[in-house]
């Protein structure tokens, strides 16, 4: 029963309860948004402007329990007009967010699709320089094989032949022939066969590598140049860090024959002048430096001989890059390898 009302034509009425008038008389405060559902919300929204709903529930002071429930209806236009504001805010922050973080990811996944396509282009290239460093290195190897048979055979062959020809010479099988004739002849086959011998060994050294299994590749780059300098007998300037990492036996064999054919390649055509050799480690790139003082040469004919060709296919062969710098002030070699691509892994 509506008890008093500022439209007395309400007082007397009862009505309903009503779903937000049984929360109020529960003990609990309802505050409902333009949302009218008594019977004189007609005669409410004819003021024209939404409502605010307020249901207070009265306590008896006495004994606690609710005994009846006042409605306000305060007219709520600026409410409306404050939450509409607000709602547009929401959105416009909500859709400038989103978008926001719509264009950081389309940036981060456009970077890493390009990043990915770069580095599917790079492997796409080391496999192709590795193919051709291949098939490259077969060819070198077949030259190499038809010198190294030419060596024997103009060297030691011939020195060996000439020898075993002598053997059967009249010197030796006259029996006239006196005692110093048959040494004298014994010597000269004596003779042949120490320079055979000699040449062998020569052709051999520049075969076997020295057991550089078990040294750090520091040692082993080392090794070629303190090699180099007991065979020559020249100076040269040496900037070598020391690596002791787990570098793979292919890598310090490279390193190796790398430090031992630019040194021979400066003796040979700058008699050793102003030889340098560098190593060094940046991140899981290794690089070998080898320069001399000599007049250089031309580009074009670095690759017509044995030596720098067979090098450069030995290092694409491992995914490496090798570089030639020529001119009147020098040559230096530049040899770079990553230690940890799966092809010297």
């Known amino acids: 029963m509506i008890l008093y009302s500022n439209d007395k034509k309400l007082m007397g009425r009862v009505v309903p309860p009503g779903e937000n008038r049984k929360r109020a008389f529960n003990g609990e405060l309802v505050a409902k948004f333009d949302e009218v559902d008594d019977p004189e919300s007609d005669a409410e929204r004819a003021v024209g402007e939404p409502l605010l709903e307020i249901y207070n529930p009265i306590l008896q002071p006495w004994s606690g329990q ?18 509409t504001r607000a709602r547009f805010r929401s959105w416009v922050v909500t859709i400038t967010v989103t978008a926001g973080f719509f ?13 990915i396509e770069h580095q599917l282009q790079e492997n796409l290239d080391l496999t192709l320089r590795v193919k051709k460093g291949s098939q490259r290195a077969v060819a070198i190897n077949e030259k190499f094989l038809r010198r190294v048979g030419a060596d024997l055979h103009d060297g030691p062959a011939q020195l060996m032949a000439y020898a075993a020809l002598r053997m ?41 590598l020295p057991h550089i299994e078990t040294l750090s590749v520091s040692e082993a780059a080392r090794r070629a140049v303190e090699h180099y300098q007991s065979r020559t007998g020249a100076s ?9 990492d787990e570098i793979p036996v292919a890598v310090k064999i490279c390193v190796y024959r790398f430090i031992q054919e630019g040194l021979n390649n400066g003796w040979r055509h700058a008699e050793g002048k102003g030889q340098r050799v560098e190593l060094k480690l940046l991140g899981n790139e290794i690089t070998v430096i080898v320069q001399d003082a000599g007049q250089g040469f031309k580009a074009e004919n670095a690759f017509l001989g044995l030596g720098l060709s067979g090098l450069r296919e030995r290092v694409e062969s491992l995914g490496g890059k090798f570089e030639i710098d020529s001119s009147s002030a020098g040559t230096t070699l530049t040899m770079s390898l990553n230690i940890q691509d799966p092809i010297v892994s």
Request: overall charge negative; some cysteine.
């Open 66 to 83: 609710v005994v009846a429930v006042t409605e306000f209806y305060e007219r709520a236009g600026e409410l409306e007009r404050s939450l």
């Open 103 to 115: 264009l950081i990811l389309s940036a981060i996944v456009l970077r890493g699709s390009r990043t």
């Open 168 to 208: 059967d010479s009249e010197q030796i099988l006259s029996d006239d022939s006196t005692r110093a004739t048959r040494e004298d002849e014994i010597a000269t086959i004596k003779e042949s066969l120490d320079e055979a011998i000699r040449d062998i060994r020569i052709i051999c050294r520049g075969l076997i």
């Open 236 to 244: 040269v300037d040496s900037a070598i860090e020391p690596l002791n």
